[in-house]
């Protein structure tokens, strides 16, 4: 079964500063999908970023980039120029690329942002 | 707005009660998934249905069940309540089983009390 795993419960970084988010995943399948996604304070799920695991470009959306190395498992979220607006819930997902398509999520990173 | 839609937002009810959870995908959006999140288990897959049946299962309880009807919304229904079933229930849409790029959009999700 694949796992995810987010080591790091809580994190704050000042306003305009750079932050890094830590995922690492546990999984045998080769063919796969991984994803950020963020729950601020309304709940509602927001997907930040995808990232595919055939494609060796890290993916990029805006101020929002990821660190993907295949090998290693790991899944690193960066944000830059951080805002008072990023605070809230992050979640790393896992899902296959073939057959069933649920997401498998880590526990979870909560991001303070300081003014 | 992702464009799925979950009612009602909020649900309190007692031990041993039965509810519904309803969800209405994205339009043209063939796949529901369901998933709970809790404190202790976090976001959690339950059940996927592609256009009226079943395609999937996670760590969905016998006392659950769901469906997807011909007009592809869907319903989730717990009974015989317990107070371990509290927690945010996601509905969440994509167009269908396969295909790179094939993302999940999530509605604003139930809050489920029971006490």
């Known amino acids: 079964a694949q796992t995810v795993t987010q080591s790091q419960p809580e994190m704050s970084v000042q306003e305009a500063e750079t932050v890094t988010l830590s995922c690492t995943y546990d999984?045998?399948?080769?063919?796969?999908?991984l994803f950020w996604y963020k729950q601020p304070p309304s709940r509602q799920m927001i997907l930040v970023i995808r990232?595919?695991?055939?494609?060796?470009q890290n993916a990029t959306e805006n101020r929002f980039s990821v660190n993907f190395q295949k090998a290693a498992k790991s899944f690193s979220l960066k944000i830059s120029d951080s805002q008072l607006g990023d605070a809230a819930m992050y979640f790393c997902a896992y899902r296959r690329g073939a057959g069933s398509y649920q997401l498998t999520f880590g526990k979870g990173t909560k991001l303070s942002v300081i003014p | 707005d992702s464009g799925v839609t979950q009612t009602p937002k909020h649900l309190i009810t007692a031990t041993g009660q039965r509810v519904t959870l309803r969800c209405s995908p994205r339009s043209g959006d063939l796949s529901v998934y369901w998933y709970q999140q809790s404190l202790d288990q976090g976001l959690q897959f339950l059940i996927q249905y592609y256009n009226g049946e079943e395609r999937a299962k996670g760590n969905i309880l016998e006392r659950f069940s769901a469906q997807q009807f011909p007009d592809l919304h869907s319903e989730l229904n717990l009974s015989s309540l317990e107070l371990g079933d509290s927690a945010l229930y996601f509905c969440?849409?994509?167009?269908?089983?396969?295909?790179?790029?094939?993302?999940?959009?999530f509605g604003p999700g139930t809050r489920l009390t029971v006490l």
């Open positions: 999984t045998s399948e080769s063919d796969y999908y």
């Open positions: 969440a849409s994509s167009v269908g089983t396969s295909g790179r790029g094939n993302e999940q959009f």
């Open positions: 990232q595919e695991a055939y494609k060796q």
